[in-house]
């Protein structure tokens, strides 16, 4: 697949379930949902009163100053604090520092930005009884957006630089700014496919020698009002009352009712093998392979066998020389929308061949919640942790199962586990695909 061979030398998560990978990990092993009641904003009246939401986000033990919290959206703390732990944990922190900061860059997948309510809230009020009690002025009714008014009323309710909240890119600037990594810096969104996109083309950068170091994964925070309108209103968010809440998100399951949103970062240190052995720095396991398509069918419904991710798969599978008999582990994309579970089981089963040629299959949205952008990201971080403990996360809340995958349910599976594939699928039809393998001299 690649001229220089990538493999991964650090890693950090902040997530629903844990805010560090030790902490993610045991928590996926140990099947505990992330899922609750909604923190971030009241709930009274609102359907659905859940979500999968990260819990004691500690920012300043991450090196995050105060006064960067305001000109920083929820998505790019999380990143923040998720390269800090990778960076950290690749021994990039401690002495002596790589000495071309231009070798090292940063490449996230990003989801969408949701504004800010409240403050948008407090604005337009301002603007409307400003209007309505001062002389001179038209009626504060209608459904025109007077921008004089709004300039002299409303924007003082707004903290001046609140645009930089909602850009996408600021979430790899303030990692690069924090890190002084002077290398390629970009930011991908392709929806829930984001991460993975992110991890395969900054492998795709070191392999063709543009950067040494790249902190590649990706972050999303979807747990607010607006966002969640517009999921329920498509009929993609689960509003099941009836149930516990960490019983809704089930995945190939028959009774799926829809996605639990969610919010989290995952970021992972690639690294060329010989500059990570020229430092002496630990391997995790290498990238085999990365493919990605897309199903080319409809914005809202993918294609009903999931050909983007078949061939997606496929892609990853002929450039990582592997066969399908060769992958151990499978995490699958399935989030509980009925349509897209469908057509990841198709694709996946096909893919995969006959029922002995299907890898042992987890489907981590069960317990994590769906982090979107993230998603991948964070499935890379427990694919890599199953290759170095021969472990597979089990499925939650699966009674009749739709996918005719060897699907891991009630405990975790335990077997040696070498390879591992990690999928994804998402909304647009974006697909990809990432395999990992032990790394081998």
């Given amino acids: 697949m690649m001229s220089r061979r990538i493999v991964v030398t650090g890693m950090g998560v902040v997530t629903p379930i844990g805010n560090c990978v030790a902490e993610f990990w045991q928590a996926l092993l140990d099947g505990r949902s992330g899922v609750g009641p909604v923190r971030a904003f009241a709930v009274d009246g609102f359907c659905p009163t859940y979500a999968s939401e990260v819990k004691d986000l500690e920012t300043d033990r991450a090196g995050l100053p105060r006064r960067k919290l305001k000109v920083m959206g929820r998505h790019a703390q999380l990143a923040f604090c ?22 090292i860059g940063v490449l996230l997948g990003i989801g969408m930005l949701n504004a800010d309510v409240v403050e948008l809230g407090r604005a337009f009020y301002a603007t409307a009884h400003a209007r309505s009690t001062s002389a001179g002025l038209s009626d504060a009714s209608g459904d025109s957006f007077d921008t004089v008014a709004f300039g002299r009323w ?14 996408p890119n600021l979430a790899a ?20 496919v984001s991460g993975a996109n992110a991890l395969g083309e900054a492998a795709r950068l070191v392999a063709r020698g543009a950067a040494d170091i790249i902190l590649a994964g990706g972050a999303d925070a979807r747990v607010s009002p607006l966002a969640m309108l517009r999921y329920r209103d498509l009929g993609w ?4 009352d009836d149930i516990d809440p960490a019983a809704v998100s089930a995945p190939f399951d028959a009774a799926a009712a829809g996605f639990v949103t969610g919010e989290g970062a995952g970021v992972m240190v690639l690294e060329a093998l ?19 398509a897309n199903d080319a069918h409809d914005v809202l419904e993918p294609d009903p066998e999931g050909r ?22 499978l995490f699958s994309p399935a989030t509980a929308v009925p349509a897209f579970d469908r057509a990841a089981a198709s694709a996946l089963t096909r893919t995969f061949g006959s029922l002995r040629a299907r890898p042992a299959t987890t489907a981590t949205r069960s317990i994590v919640g769906h982090t979107h952008a993230a998603s991948a990201a964070l499935d890379c971080v427990a694919a890599v942790k199953s290759i170095g403990e021969s472990k597979l996360p089990a ?16 405990t975790p599976y335990a077997g040696d586990i070498s390879t591992a594939l990690v999928s994804a699928y998402g909304f647009g039809g974006h697909a990809a695909a990432l395999a990992w393998q032990r790394c081998c001299a």
């Fill in 237 to 240: 968010l689960a509003t099941r």
């Fill in 308 to 329: 983007g991710l078949a061939r997606a798969v496929s892609v990853c599978l002929e450039r990582s020389g592997l066969q399908p008999p060769n992958i151990d582990a």
């Fill in 82 to 103: 998720a390269a800090q732990e990778a960076w950290s944990d690749a021994g990039l922190a401690a002495h002596p520092p790589v000495e071309d900061r231009s070798r």
């Fill in 274 to 292: 010989d500059h990570a052995r020229a430092r002496g720095a630990r391997v995790y396991a290498e990238l085999a392979g990365y493919g990605a």
């Fill in 395 to 410: 499925t939650l809340n699966l009674h009749h199962a739709i996918a005719d995958l060897p699907l891991v349910t009630g």
């Fill in 173 to 192: 600037a303030h990692i690069s700014i924090a890190l002084d990594a002077q290398g390629p810096s970009n930011t991908i969104t392709t929806g829930c």
């Fill in 154 to 167: 409303g924007a003082s309710e707004m903290l001046p630089l609140w645009l930089l909240r909602h850009i």
